[in-house]
């Protein structure tokens, strides 16, 4: 069965140090990867998307960075993070047909401080 | 682009009442569209998925919902709540064709006894 993995499951960081999240797919193959940002109020921010190894969809704007090394791993980075980088950021993976469930990693709580 | 719009950022409703949770959504597309529930310090399920079959989508839990496109709407209904819905919900869309998803901005869900 297929298994996602996200790691830490809480961070706290001060202003201007660096981040990566990493999230791990196991038991599937060419999986849809996602990174999104939940804050309170506002629901789920897609962040990035990525369908494929190197393939990265930036969504928003920002500090932060995607990198898909591997077909199953999706790192998400910043160089120097910021007090508005704070938040719980989820990885998520889905097949690689169209309007696919979506399968979601317990989550990421930081805090930058 | 697509996106969606949740009416209401918190519904109340008495135990064994029904539940209406109000969803509309934009899109220059046939769309795809979700309902995914979030317990408290649990991950995101998925409720139920519109795939442009069936108008009226059976989900989990006793929870249904309706696509009216002339409404542009997928509000999300049970016929009795139960104090285990009590969650938040999100509401998503997916233009047919892409592997982009755009959540709501969610809607917490509080039964009372």
């Known amino acids: 069965s297929q298994t996602i993995h996200q790691w830490p499951a809480t961070l706290v960081q001060p202003v201007g140090s660096p981040l990566s999240l990493e999230c791990t797919v196991e038991?599937?193959?060419?999986?849809?990867l996602y990174w999104y940002r939940q804050a309170a109020g506002r629901g789920l921010q897609l962040l990035f998307y990525?369908?494929?190894?190197?393939?990265i969809s930036s969504e928003v704007p920002q500090n932060l960075s995607a990198s898909r090394p591997q077909d199953r791993q999706f790192i998400l980075s910043s160089k120097k993070l910021l007090l508005s980088d704070s938040g719980f950021y989820l990885c998520?993976?889905?097949?690689?047909?169209?309007?696919?469930?979506?399968?979601f990693g317990s989550g990421t709580q930081l805090s930058v401080l | 682009a697509q996106s969606v719009t949740q009416l209401d950022s918190h519904v109340s409703v008495s135990e064994g009442t029904p539940v209406l949770l109000r969803c509309n959504y934009s899109?220059?597309?046939?769309?795809?569209l979700f309902w995914y529930v979030q317990h408290p310090n649990k991950g995101l399920q998925l409720l139920l998925k519109?795939?442009?079959?069936?108008?009226l989508v059976k989900g989990i839990n006793g929870f249904e919902a309706e696509f009216k496109k002339s409404e542009t709407s997928f509000h999300l209904t049970k016929p009795s709540a139960h104090m285990s819905d009590a969650a938040e919900y999100f509401c998503?869309?997916?233009?047919?064709?892409?592997?982009?998803?755009?959540f709501g901005t969610g809607t917490r869900l509080k039964v009372l006894a």
């Open positions: 038991g599937t193959s060419n999986p849809n």
């Open positions: 519109y795939t442009s079959a069936a108008t």
């Open positions: 990525s369908v494929g190894i190197g393939q």
């Open positions: 998520a993976w889905s097949g690689d047909s169209h309007n696919e469930k979506l399968f």
């Open positions: 998503v869309v997916s233009r047919g064709g892409t592997y982009k998803y755009i």
């Open positions: 899109s220059s597309y046939s769309p795809s």
